[in-house]
């Protein structure tokens, strides 16, 4: 894979859905081990690979899942990634400038995190 020296990997390898194709099985768990082995800070994206979103579990025993030091969130954290058992590193959300208008008109109650700030760290 990379042979020049990594400093920070951005992982965003597989979905729960594509982590559990056949086709892609075997590259998925090569990437994943190669990430989880390169001893570098790794930020997942929403959910760190090989996790289910919705539970935070290990999708496949097989596979090791990403181990990341952060896990950045987008809008709204999936609940899986927010549960004590899951192993997602820092968790943190990002403002993607979500309107409270529309949070509104979906009926959802929202009260914005954000400040002055573009990111809200949720879970050390």
Known sequence: MATTPLDLIVEAVASEENARAKA????????????????KP????????G??????????ATMAAIA???TACFGFPKPGVATPAA???TL?????GLPANAMRALGVTYR??????YMVALKP
């Open 87 to 89: 192993a997602v590193g």
């Open 92 to 96: 943190v959300l990002l403002d993607i």
């Open 42 to 49: 790794v930020i997942s994206l929403e959910v760190p690979s």
């Open 112 to 117: 914005t995190p954000f400040t002055d700030q």
């Open 68 to 70: 990341p030091t952060w």
């Open 51 to 60: 996790l289910d979103g919705d539970t935070g579990a290990v999708i496949d």
């Open 24 to 39: 892609e099985a075997a590259l998925t768990a090569t990437t994943m081990a190669w990430i989880n082995a390169q001893q």
